[in-house]
C-alpha cells in the first residue's frame, strides 16, 4: 500500500498535461503478469500491457500499470483514485464513472472440469474474486460456489476436488497447467473444457479524464489496431471447428440457392475501366444509399434468397455475397462498402484454393453491432475445376462457436497444439 500511495501522490502532482496516467490492471497471466500477485505490484508485464503501452506510446503519453486485486481496481476507478484500468469485461457498473475503449484484448471463456459435464449451472463452480468471469456469471445466473484471490489458488481447489469446474479463460488456464507442470513431479490432471463465450476486453478511463481529454478515446482507439497482440486470432481447433461449420452452411445454402447459375448469369464487362468506374460510383454513395447498380442488385431474387437464408440462421451469419471470377459482385444480402473485389484478399486468398477449401480471417471486433466476426471465403468451381467465382460469409464467431453441439466446443487440452496458446512461461 505505501508503493500505491507514492504513485498517487506523483502522478497527482505531475498532473495530467504532461500526459501521465496511472492505471490499474491485475493479476491474470499471460494477459497481465504481476511480480507479487495479490497484492500491489509495480512490476507487471504481458501481452495486454504491451499493447496498452504501445497504444500510449504512439499518443506521446506515458503511464504507470500497478497491479491489484480486480475489487480494489474498480474501487480506486469509481473513486477517482487511478486514471484508468484495463483489461476489463465491459459493464454497466464501470461504465457509470469511466468510459470504455474498443477492445485491446480478447478473452475464450469456457468451463474446465477434471471429468465431461452435462449441467454446469448444477456443478460447483469456482472463479477469481472480482474477476470479469464472476461479475459475468452473477449477471447471468450461474451460482458461484467458491471465489479464489488469484489464478494459481482456482487451479489448486480444482485439483483437490474442491469445486466441480472452474470458469476461466483457455490462455489464462493454459499458463497455469504449464506452470504447474514444470514445478511439479507428475503430469497435472488432464482438464476437459466447454467453451462459453468470447469476453472483449476494454480499457477504461474515468471520467474526469476523458472530459480533459475530450480527443483521448478516439485517438487511443485509433492505435487499437497497430499495437494489438495475436489474442486476435483463430486457435487451430477454433479454425477447424469454423471451416466445418461453412460446410454445413455452405451445403444449406446451395439447397436454397443456385450458386453456379447465379455466377453464370453476372454481368460482363467490355473493359476493367467499365468495372471500376461502376466500383467508384458504388463506394462514394455507400453506405449512406445504394448506386444504381447496388440497387438492382439488391433487388435481383438471388440476392433476395440469400437475405432470407441469412435471416433464417438467426444472427449466425451477419453478411453474405457472391461474386465472380473478376471480383465483381453478383448477389448480396446488404449492402457492402464496395463492388469489385478483385483487389481484396476475399478475392486473392481463394482464387488459387481447391474445390471443398475455405479462407478464414482474423477475429474482428464489430463496434456497430458490439460483437467479434470472422469473414469466410469459399471459392466455388465448374466441374473441370475452373474458379467461377466465391462466396463470402461474415459468421458471428461467439455463435460460431456453438453452433455444432448446442454447447459450444468440447475439448481436452492436452489435445491442443502449443500454437493454440501463445508464450505459457514467465
Known amino acids: 500500500m505505501r508503493i500505491l500511495a507514492t504513485l498517487l501522490l506523483l502522478t497527482a502532482s505531475a498532473g495530467l498535461s504532461a500526459g501521465n496516467l496511472l492505471l490499474h490492471t491485475f493479476h491474470a497471466p499471460p494477459y497481465q503478469i504481476a511480480v507479487s500477485p495479490g497484492s500491489a505490484s509495480t512490476g507487471v508485464r504481458g501481452s495486454t500491457v504491451e499493447t496498452v503501452q504501445c497504444i500510449l506510446e504512439k499518443m506521446e503519453w506515458t503511464a504507470t500499470t500497478v497491479a491489484v486485486p480486480p475489487n480494489r481496481a474498480v474501487h480506486s476507478l469509481r473513486n477517482r483514485m487511478v486514471d484508468g484500468y484495463y483489461a476489463v469485461d465491459p459493464s454497466d457498473t464501470l461504465d457509470q464513472y469511466a468510459v470504455a475503449s474498443s477492445p485491446i484484448a480478447l478473452e475464450k471463456w469456457f468451463f474446465f472440469s477434471k471429468r465431461p459435464l452435462t449441467d454446469y449451472r448444477q456443478a460447483r463452480i469456482g472463479v477469481i474474486a472480482g474477476s470479469n468471469e464472476a461479475a459475468w456469471m452473477a449477471q447471468h445466473g450461474y451460482p458461484i460456489h467458491m471465489q479464489a484471490n488469484v489464478p494459481e489458488q482456482l487451479l489448486t481447489l480444482l485439483y483437490r476436488d474442491r469445486i466441480d469446474a472452474i470458469m476461466t479463460d483457455l490462455r489464462l488456464l493454459e499458463h497455469l497447467q504449464a506452470s504447474a507442470t514444470a514445478s511439479a513431479t507428475g503430469a497435472p490432471p488432464v482438464l476437459y473444457g466447454h467453451f462459453l463465450r468470447f469476453a472483449p476486453l476494454s480499457f477504461y478511463i474515468n471520467r474526469r479524464v476523458a472530459t480533459e481529454h475530450p480527443t483521448f478515446l478516439t485517438r487511443f482507439n485509433t492505435h487499437i489496431a497497430d499495437c494489438v497482440s495475436k489474442d486476435f486470432a483463430l486457435s487451430p481447433v477454433e479454425q477447424d471447428h469454423v471451416k ?176 493454440a496458446a501463445g508464450p505459457a512461461t514467465e
Open 244 to 419: 466445418a461449420l461453412t460446410q454445413l452452411l455452405m451445403k444449406d445454402l446451395r439447397s436454397n440457392l443456385n450458386i453456379e447459375g447465379n455466377l453464370l448469369s453476372g454481368m460482363r464487362y467490355q473493359s476493367m475501366g467499365e468495372l471500376l468506374n461502376l466500383d467508384r460510383q458504388w463506394e462514394a454513395m455507400a453506405p449512406v444509399m445504394a448506386s444504381p447498380l447496388a440497387k438492382q442488385l439488391l433487388e435481383h431474387p438471388d440476392s433476395r434468397r440469400l437475405r432470407d437464408w441469412q435471416e433464417r440462421h438467426q444472427g449466425l451469419v451477419t453478411e453474405a455475397f457472391i461474386f465472380d471470377d473478376v471480383g465483381a459482385i453478383t448477389a448480396l444480402s446488404h449492402l457492402t462498402s464496395d463492388y469489385w473485389q478483385g483487389n481484396e484478399d476475399k478475392f486473392l486468398r481463394v482464387v488459387d484454393l481447391p474445390p471443398g477449401e475455405s479462407h478464414l480471417y482474423p477475429i474482428y471486433f464489430d463496434d456497430s453491432a458490439r460483437h467479434f466476426q470472422v469473414i469466410v471465403s469459399t471459392p466455388v468451381h465448374q466441374r473441370d475445376g475452373q474458379f467461377m467465382g466465391a462466396v463470402v460469409l461474415g459468421l458471428d464467431i461467439e455463435r460460431a462457436m456453438q453452433t455444432i453441439n448446442g454447447e459450444g466446443i468440447a475439448l481436452r487440452l492436452e489435445d491442443l497444439p502449443a500454437s
